[in-house]
């Protein structure tokens, strides 16, 4: 995942200014620690050192990881510091584990001022250029990435790097207007707007971030969270109630997609994705779009907020698009997000397949919820996965189904209990997982309930995205024989995380008053997963029977592309009676699937030729400025996009379409869906043989 592109240009022969000696009006920023971030800062070393799964002491090595990942959150593609700067910080690099042991944060936020400093030089700087002519012609190349280069040597060499910024930044609105004038006021005040919201940051925002560089420095998935941070996070995103229904983070200075709520609006256009960036925002079927690069998380997210029923638009870059290509306009009705839309679905689909006719019901997951409250307040009615997925098999069973697919795809988990309940209604009873604690002691999970729901033929779809309870689930289901797994290696995160409220936590009979808030909350690594066979999800995940395409590269998303991710390794497996076997059918199973894939090529080749372009957006660091070639490229990249979706459309037996075509949006070009239920027919159709 690129990390932070912030860029804008400066200086060229062709504008009459000093760019060596030019000095930003406003640029001093001393922000400080406070008491409490002391204290705390010292607690969560103590928790960490002492509680966490994953046994570590710090010392100079850790220090030095820390410090790495602060500068890499602060400027990650080196556009910001200078050498000079890191010569400075170089005596910060070993001893950054004191100053969190003994709750010292100067030097992390000495190295913030510093990074405040050059920031809002550069923009300063890049606003100052607006003010002059600039020339357009010259032929130039621009290198926007640079987090494989130096930092600059001088502000000298900033300055001519920020110039081209500039120029491609103009260039890149000529492509949509071709007024000079109009296009330098949009810069401008982008440009300020960069520079207001840094006067906005806060020595919490300071703190959060050093956090984040230690905490990432010991496992993905120990994360602390000042007390704002705490407050989004519990409701996994106030965000995800706050008009679209998304989770959302600020990167490379785009308001960027991390995920999208299953059910919330953005989720029923189908047309917002994971890694989107939101260009610009704009209020009603009229209202202009306000450009919100570079802004604060919290004020985009104040922005995107509106009453219900109110309309928003956004301009979205998908994350295979270059920062020159036409963004993509979106609506979406604000709503509050209704828990019960996010909660498992059913749909059936009709094949005719080895002579025969099939109704495959499809379960789609979303998560593994329950209303916690109304399960301890004794309501017999409370909303949970196993009680609606158990009334859909019912629902499916009526219907007459002839196979069942389980879609965990996009489900990151949730409660461990609904895991085991869930398996439940497909097995007869027996151990689900086993939970091994920072002690080494092991747990085994069981199934208790005798009762099966459904007995039937059953597939279990995942994706690079199903994690924590949705691998224990296919986990469970593929050491039992009970079905078969198709898609994708999933994401592999199998250790367990408890929530410690820190104020709480170390008050333990200390009533003062001072502690009773503010300290925010530790998510503590306390455990690990594993099968009921002995493997642990950890880092390597649930690999599928049969694999299908993806979009989502597995090279960049997951738990072993994590540096401080816990490395999978075995225990001794459980007692457990398997109910069925694979191992006969698969061979056959692949061989028909793949027979399909050599028949109809054209669905693979776009995934293939989606995955090449992902990997030409990843790769390209060097921009051309000059209208007519980007203008060019624009247009190249716009064509390309719909000749491959064609591939996908003719794969899927719908009708092509054009450039500017926009009554496709909503056809369902859900390949792996559909593959999944043509493997079951095939399975349906062996184990007739089979008898």
Not at 7 to 18: G, H, K, N, Q, R
Not at 453 to 480: C, H, K, M, T, W
Not at 609 to 629: C, G, M, S, V, W
Request: net charge neutral.
């Amino acid at each position: 995942m690129i990390k932070r592109i912030i860029i804008i240009m400066v200086f060229a022969i062709s504008l009459s200014l000093d760019s060596a000696g030019f000095q930003s009006k406003e640029i001093l920023l001393d922000l400080k620690p406070d008491e409490r971030q002391s204290i705390t800062s010292k607690v969560v070393v103590k928790m960490i050192t002492q509680s966490n799964y994953k046994k570590i002491s710090l010392n100079d090595s850790i220090s030095a990881l820390i410090f790495a990942n602060y500068l890499k959150s602060l400027d990650g593609t080196h556009i910001y510091f200078l050498d000079s700067d890191l010569k400075e910080f170089d005596k910060f690099k070993t001893r950054l584990d004191d100053d969190l042991t003994l709750g010292e944060l100067s030097d992390p936020f000495a190295i913030f001022n510093t990074y405040m400093k050059r920031y809002r030089e550069r923009w300063e700087y890049a606003l100052s250029l607006l003010n002059h002519n600039i020339d357009l012609g010259k032929k130039e190349t621009y290198q926007y990435d640079r987090k494989d280069l130096p930092y600059f040597k001088n502000m000298q060499e900033a300055n001519l790097l920020w110039t081209k910024r500039v120029k491609f930044d103009l260039l890149n609105l000529k492509l949509a207007n071709a007024d000079l004038t109009v296009n330098k006021e949009i810069l401008k005040k982008r440009y300020q707007n960069f520079i207001d919201q840094s006067k906005k940051m806060t020595n919490q925002d300071v703190f959060q971030l050093f956090m984040n560089a230690f905490t990432i420095s010991v496992d993905p998935h120990t994360n602390y969270f000042t007390p704002a941070k705490s407050a989004d996070n519990a409701i996994r995103m106030s965000r995800s109630l706050e008009g679209i229904g998304a989770t959302l983070a600020s990167e490379n200075e785009y308001i960027t997609i991390k995920s999208i709520t299953p059910g919330g609006p953005a989720y029923k256009t189908k047309r917002f994705h994971a890694d989107d960036r939101i260009v610009a925002v704009a209020q009603g079927k009229d209202g202009d779009f306000q450009d919100i690069l570079g802004w604060r998380l919290q004020d985009a997210i104040q922005l995107i907020r509106g009453a219900r029923g109110s309309l928003v638009r956004f301009k979205i870059l998908s994350k295979d698009k270059k920062i020159s290509d036409r963004p993509e306009v979106i609506e979406v009705v604000r709503e509050k997000i209704i828990l019960e839309e996010a909660s498992a679905k059913k749909e059936v689909k009709s094949y005719y397949s080895n002579g025969k006719n099939y109704k495959i019901g499809f379960i789609n997951i979303p998560s593994f919820y329950m209303d916690v409250a109304d399960y301890q307040s004794g309501n017999p009615n409370y909303k949970s996965t196993t009680r609606d997925v158990k009334l859909i098999l019912d629902s499916l069973k009526l219907m007459k189904v002839d196979g069942i697919v389980v879609d965990l795809r996009n489900n990151g988990g949730g409660s461990l209990q609904e895991a085991i309940s869930l398996t439940g209604l497909f097995i007869k009873n027996g151990p689900v997982v086993q939970v091994r604690d920072s002690r080494q002691k092991i747990r085994v999970d069981d199934d208790l309930d005798s009762t099966i729901n459904y007995n039937g033929p059953l597939a279990v779809l995942i994706d690079r995205f199903s994690a924590s309870a949705s691998e224990i689930f296919a986990g469970a289901i593929q050491d039992y024989g009970r079905g078969i797994i198709l898609g994708n290696q999933s994401y592999g995160k199998g250790t367990v995380q408890t929530q410690i409220d820190i104020a709480k936590a170390i008050m333990n009979g200390n009533d003062n008053p001072d502690l009773a808030s503010g300290m925010g909350q530790l998510n503590l690594t306390i455990g690990k997963f594993y099968r009921i066979n002995g493997s642990s999800t950890q880092h390597k995940g649930v690999m599928p029977d049969i694999a299908l395409p993806s979009l989502i590269p597995s090279s960049r998303y997951g738990e072993d592309t994590e540096p401080a991710a816990l490395p999978w390794d075995t225990i001794e497996g459980t007692k457990y009676t398997p109910v069925g076997s694979l191992i006969d059918l698969l061979p056959s199973l692949r061989s028909m699937h793949t027979q399909r894939a050599e028949e109809d090529k054209s669905a693979y080749t776009y995934f293939e030729d989606f995955d090449a372009e992902l990997n030409r957006a990843e790769h390209t660091k060097t921009l051309t400025i000059n209208e007519q070639r980007l203008k060019q490229d624009r247009d190249i990249s716009e064509q390309k996009t719909v000749d491959r979706n064609n591939l996908l459309r003719k794969a899927m037996g719908l009708p092509l379409v054009k450039k500017g075509d926009s009554n496709a949006s909503t056809d369902d070009l859900d390949f792996s869906k559909r593959e999944a239920g043509q493997i079951l027919t095939d399975y349906i159709f062996l184990k007739g043989v089979e008898k």
